[in-house]
T-cell receptor, first 114, second 113 residues
């Protein structure tokens, strides 16, 4: 499976600011995904990031709040904009595997908003 | 709306015991995946299931794709301390687009020596 890294691994931010999270993969992948995991909760898909096109957002998530970039087949960023304490979560990127519907996850970015 | 239920929520077991957890969906899944997440880490894929009735093992782990395509279980045999973590089922509803996974609420496993 691909090796996936995320930066930063954790951050503490002030209300009203924005944070950009990076996801780097060691091989080219077509599909990359961004998830949110609120404290003590399960994973919720935010959006699918495809190279060369706009990200596809799930219900409840909008581009103005979570803009995503996908400049090439090994890299993506997720920005959490105008943060509030409710945005405190773990943000995870994942990539498709070789087999249908398999996804492999990065280590996550732990965000705390004060 | 469509629902995915995972049970039990948590399990406290002694080392050496077997563990069983399951997930049920209100709609047909075309894929079932089982992940384990340890503190401070991202989820790690344990087993992937693609066909109704499929039974797959990975070491001490065994998982099955229910024949109705609406349920799956994961068994861990002879548990050891490193089995501690949160286990998530995940899958794709047949009506959803490729790559859109739904995750269960998770089963927290605690193993005592």
């Amino acid at each position: 499976s691909a090796v996936i890294s995320q930066k930063p691994s954790r951050d503490i931010c002030q209300r009203g600011t924005s944070l950009t999270i990076q996801c780097q993969v060691d091989s080219q992948v077509t599909m990359m995904f961004w998830y949110r995991q609120q404290p003590g909760q399960s994973l919720t898909l935010i959006a699918t990031a495809n190279q060369g096109s706009e990200a596809t957002y799930e219900s409840g998530f909008v581009i103005d709040k979570f803009p995503i970039s996908r400049p090439n087949l090994t890299f993506s960023t997720l920005t959490v904009s105008n943060m509030s304490p409710e945005d405190s979560s773990i943000y995870l990127c994942s990539v498709e595997g070789d087999t249908y519907n398999e996804q492999f996850f990065g280590p996550g970015t732990r965000l705390t908003v004060l | 709306g469509q629902q995915l239920n995972q049970s039990p929520q948590s399990m406290f077991i002694q080392e050496g015991e077997d563990v069983s957890m399951n997930c049920t969906s209100s709609s047909i899944f075309n894929t079932w995946l089982w992940y384990k997440q340890e503190p401070g880490e991202g989820p790690v894929l344990l087993i992937a299931l693609y066909k109704a009735g499929e039974l797959t093992s990975n070491g001490r782990l065994t998982a099955q794709f229910g024949i109705t395509r609406k349920d799956s279980f994961l068994n861990i045999s002879a548990s050891i301390p490193s089995d501690v973590g949160i286990y998530f089922c995940a899958g794709q509803w047949a009506t959803d687009s490729w790559g859109k996974l739904q995750f269960g609420a998770g089963t927290q496993v605690v193993v005592t020596p």
